[in-house]
């Protein structure tokens, strides 16, 4: 098991917490296990380059969901602790 895998979920903050304004799509189980497949992908970039990696991710799945509002709706979660 990768260092990040040991370390998820704790030093990432834990599992994503469920937020009633978000329409739940995946399970807390999916959510966990993206969290994981994440954190071990930004660990396999090279320091410097993480930000871009995690900046070049949200563009594709931006692209992917398609939809102004959730995106915004999405970065507005995001900044919230």
């Known amino acids: ?5 040991q370390r998820h979920p704790s030093s990432y903050g834990g599992a994503i ?4 304004v978000v329409r739940k799509v995946i399970s807390a189980q ?3 296990e993206f969290t994981t497949t ?6 396999t970039v090279p320091p410097e380059r ?3 990696f995690l900046v070049r991710l ?5 692209q992917l969901v ?16």
């Open 38 to 43: 994440i954190a071990v992908a930004i660990e």
């Open 1 to 5: 098991m990768s260092e990040a895998a």
């Open 30 to 32: 999916e959510a966990d």
């Open 58 to 62: 949200a563009v594709i799945l931006a």
């Open 66 to 81: 398609g939809d102004k509002a959730k995106i915004a709706e999405a970065i507005r979660l995001a900044r919230r602790e």
């Open 17 to 20: 917490k469920e937020e009633p």
């Open 50 to 52: 993480q930000v871009l």
